[in-house]
């Protein structure tokens, strides 16, 4: 799942992106409300955390613009204002979220959760298709009595193909749900994690629809997926 961050102060842009990366995010951080504008229009990011407080244009402008022009991707608004006033408009905005500023690092990836959690349209905190599922809590994934724990990585690719069970996902669409613009990716990643997912869980746990991409079956189809 990749996130975009939108915050100006270094020191929490710098320890957000710490922990969401520990977390197996994908994460992009830009830091005034022009840059924000600009990145959201991409329509790469499957959730905002978005400060008010922002150089250029305020967060809540952004928002605004955001949601004006149809975009529905969940924002959760991140702001040193507590001001009742400012948490209010946010949410007549259209944030689906927000934290006040000092806040704990695991609340964030707690609603970080929740938000992909209504995303997916699950309101289960665990990720399943009847086959497979993934407790984002911890990072384990589950498989009749089998309980393995994966990498960052692997979990961000199973997490981005349990979030679609049934739609093959190309390999540009999950090298964008698992590295941010400046990571290296290499030619054969996405296969190498596919290979490491597919050796803890089994090899049927991910189906190759060859020369389109990868997809997990849908949870009807669970008991006979091939
Ligand atoms: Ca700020």
């Keep these: 799942m990749r ?3 939108v915050e100006d102060d270094r020191m929490i842009g710098e320890a957000v992106v710490v922990a ?3 977390a197996a995010y994908a994460v992009d951080w830009v830091q005034d409300g022009a840059a924000a504008a600009s990145a959201l229009e991409l329509g790469e990011h499957q959730a905002v955390l978005l400060d008010l407080g922002l150089p250029k244009r305020d967060g809540l402008e952004v928002l605004r613009r955001l949601r004006q022009a149809g975009n529905a991707v969940p924002v959760i608004v991140i702001t040193a204002r507590d001001g009742i006033d400012d948490r209010i408009k946010g949410l007549d905005f259209g944030a689906d979220d927000y934290l006040v500023k000092p806040f704990d690092v695991n609340e964030l990836l707690a609603r ?4 992909a959690r209504r995303q997916g349209g699950q309101a289960a905190p665990l990720l399943s298709n009847g086959v497979v599922s993934l407790d984002p809590a911890t990072r384990e994934a589950h498989r009749g009595d089998l309980v393995l724990q994966l990498s960052a990585r692997e979990f961000a690719l199973l997490q981005a193909l349990l979030l679609r069970p049934g739609a093959i996902l190309t390999r540009a669409e999950l090298e964008s749900s698992i590295y941010g613009w400046n990571e290296e990716v290499e030619s054969n990643a996405v296969d190498f994690l596919i290979h490491g997912v597919r050796r803890k869980l089994g090899a049927d746990v991910i189906r190759n629809v060859r020369g389109a991409g990868w997809m997990v079956d849908k949870p ?3 008991k006979h997926g091939q």
Excluded: T
């Design 3 to 5: 996130i975009l961050l």
């Design 20 to 22: 969401l990366r520990d």
């Design 112 to 115: 970080l959760r929740a938000v």
């Design 220 to 222: 009807d189809k669970g």
